[in-house]
């Protein structure tokens, strides 16, 4: 598929090359396809081409399975099925033109199975011209696993986890903050909840405004948290477990020119004193379940939402937390993030850190988040509600004896 994309120097090339190594090697699907751009001579426009055929694909590949299965009765090779795919999702989902999306797409597919490809998309695209048929079930229509749906209905109600997998669907709207970074709307209204509250009506560093204050960002990378929270004046550290990905952070913050002390640490078990900072921010590792969008192929990832795995997620959050608690100045504030929309990661985690420590006072989120928790102190966003990521967040004032 390689030798096939460079030789064509076409954009479905290049997107049946990145979508073979997502589907079949495990690739990542920025990663890859951020390589496969980067030694690419494609011009803006297929760049961006290339990238929503690879994402479009990625996110519904049950979806496009469905149509031309419909059209196949034997087994196919599995870079056959690649093409069919993207051939599928140009039809159904990509607003290519019939003619366009089964022409050029049969054009990069190996010869040997050029008029399989052709005779099978050209059923496809006939069928979604004459009205396609009722999907077989919701998952298939949203194109995710049903263990994936299932627990968003349970921890959203059905409405609310329907919408959330419909908005994940679609191609993430680029926000570019003042300063040129590129992030998500979710992200930066974590950012706006950190730095809210005013910390002046207790004895701290900060004098009742982010200036001057010292902040933590115990799981930073790749550095778009705190190079905002930076921007706010504070004196931020910026913290994380693997040096690699500290790296991530270092030349995000060169780029903006963001002042930040890189620390390399166990967000469990780090080097600072205790209450050293004013507020601490703790953007944990999560199941992701709010960010489907963005990281397409996280849907189809064997054995990432389970009950297991996302147990042993709020396991460890709930330690950095523990952890984090003590790093925070008396009358200082804590504030717990996740890209996720399970309750075990977001409400259970409220309610067990709460339990170990009871001084912990909530710290109203506010609109436009959505009440959540056992009392609504935290605060939920939906995929659908600002068209971004699926975030929560929960804030707490740090009171004496902690």
Request: glycine share 10%; with cysteine; proline share 5%.
């Amino acid at each position: 598929m390689a030798r096939v994309s460079l030789l064509m120097g076409d954009a479905r090339g290049l997107a049946i090359e990145v979508l073979g190594r997502i589907e079949h090697d495990g690739a990542y699907a920025n990663l890859a396809l951020r390589a496969a751009l980067d030694r690419s001579d494609l011009e803006r426009r297929d760049r961006a081409f290339v990238t929503d055929m690879v994402y479009g694909t990625t996110r519904m590949r049950r979806a496009c399975d469905h149509l031309v299965d419909r059209f196949l009765h034997d087994e196919i090779q599995p870079e056959v099925r690649t093409v069919l795919r993207l051939g599928a999702w140009q039809l159904a989902f990509g607003g290519v033109p019939a003619h366009a999306a089964v022409s050029a797409t049969v054009a990069v597919a190996p010869r040997r199975v050029r008029g399989l490809c052709n005779a099978v998309l050209r059923r496809v695209a006939d069928e979604q011209r004459a009205g396609a048929p009722p999907w077989p079930s919701p998952a298939v229509a949203l194109s995710c696993p049903e263990k994936v749906l299932d627990r968003l209905v349970t921890d959203l109600g059905e409405a609310d986890a329907m919408a959330a997998m419909e908005s994940m669907n679609r191609p993430a709207p680029a926000v570019v903050r003042d300063d040129g970074y590129y992030q998500d709307r979710a992200s930066q209204l974590v950012v706006e909840a950190v730095l809210a509250p005013d910390l002046g009506d207790r004895e701290a560093s900060g004098a009742g405004t982010p200036v001057g204050e010292r902040i933590l960002d115990l799981c930073a990378a790749p550095g778009g948290k705190a190079t905002a929270l930076a921007a706010s004046g504070g004196r931020v550290v910026a913290c994380d477990l693997r040096e690699r990905r500290l790296g991530l952070v270092a030349d995000n913050a060169r780029r903006l020119e963001r002042d930040l002390l890189l620390v390399a640490a166990d967000g469990r078990a780090t080097p600072f004193r205790s209450g050293s900072f004013d507020r601490v921010l703790v953007d944990a590792p999560c199941s992701g379940l709010g960010v489907l969008r963005r990281r397409a192929d996280a849907r189809w990832q064997e054995g990432r939402f389970t009950d297991v795995a996302i147990s042993e997620l709020a396991d460890l959050q709930v330690e950095l937390l523990n952890g984090a608690v003590d790093l925070v100045a008396s009358g200082g504030l804590l504030a717990y993030s996740v890209c996720t929309l399970t309750a075990a990661e977001t409400s259970g985690v409220d309610r067990r850190i709460r339990a170990a420590h009871p001084t912990l006072v909530p710290e109203p989120v506010g609109e436009p988040w959505r009440p959540h928790g056992d009392d609504g102190g935290g605060g939920l966003l939906m995929p659908q509600d600002l068209d971004s990521e699926g975030m929560a967040v929960f804030m707490y004032r740090v009171g004496s004896g902690q």
